[in-house]
Antibody, heavy 121, light 107 residues
Framework: EVQLVESGGDLIQPGGSLTLSCAAS????????MHWVRQGPGKGLEWVSG????????GYADSVKGRFTISRDNVKESVYLQMNNLRPEDTALYYC??????????????WGQGTLVTVSS | DIHMTQSPSTLSASVGDRVTITCRAS??????LAWYQQKPGKAPKLLIY???TLQTGVPSRFSGGGSGTEFTLTISSLQPDDFATYYC?????????FGQGTRLEIK
């Protein structure tokens, strides 16, 4: 059974930094791209970032480019999202998700349950 | 980046109705489009990919169509479990984008 378990969400002050983690199991991790998708309170889905199977291709939404960094560890079967210079508008539930291919440009077929990030003073 | 626009934003319908949601892309995305269903407090669920291919386990009352810049999600006969929010997503580039969502509510 595919499982994606996010962790690391917290209450953080504006300008602060936070790193989210996602532990994957139930599939061959390095056969798939991975993504982070967020959903602000009462809002729609916003794709944040994606990383290919070998970290060779990475994409970011304009709203986070230059502030967020995605990475993965295929040995630990985990994907990470380092978030710097956090803003109140980054407040959201952050989902870890699996892309249905090795490349970033593909649809997402499994989602975790999310970890909550709240940016507020 | 490619912008995705869904219409309507909210749709009121009754059990048994046939409903269609439209998704438009700001540029040609061929058939690189997926549809997701999300219920309150839950993660999204993949319904359709490559514009018209039904994900395994999804009921056949769901169907997708279109190509290029205009796409549709149709539910042929609404069931109580179908009242949820639906999102389209393009995946033609390594910067993926979602539509803003369509909330399907009970009339």
């Amino acid at each position: 059974e595919v499982q994606l378990v996010e962790s690391g969400g917290d209450l953080i002050q504006p300008g602060g930094s936070l790193t989210l983690s996602c532990a994957a199991s139930g599939f061959t991790f390095d056969d798939f791209a991975m993504h982070w998708v967020r959903q602000g309170p009462g809002k729609g889905l916003e794709w944040v970032s994606g990383i290919s199977w070998n970290s060779g291709s990475i994409g970011y939404a304009d709203s986070v480019k230059g502030r967020f960094t995605i990475s993965r560890d295929n040995v630990k079967e985990s994907v990470y999202l380092q978030m710097n210079n956090l803003r109140p508008e980054d407040t959201a539930l952050y989902y870890c998700a699996r892309g249905n291919a090795v490349v970033v440009a593909y649809y997402i077929d499994f989602w975790g349950q999310g970890t909550l990030v709240t940016v507020s003073s | 980046d490619i912008h995705m626009t869904q219409s309507p934003s909210t749709l009121s319908a009754s059990v048994g109705d046939r409903v269609t949601i439209t998704c438009r892309a700001s540029q040609d995305i061929s058939s690189w489009l997926a549809w997701y269903q999300q219920k309150p407090g839950k993660a999204p669920k993949l319904l359709i990919y490559k514009a018209s291919t039904l994900q395994t386990g999804v009921p056949s009352r769901f169907s997708g169509g279109g190509s290029g810049t205009e796409f549709t999600l149709t539910i042929s006969s609404l069931q109580p479990d179908d009242f949820a929010t639906y999102y389209c997503q393009q995946y033609t580039t390594y910067v993926i984008t979602f539509g803003q969502g369509t909330r399907l509510e009970i009339k």
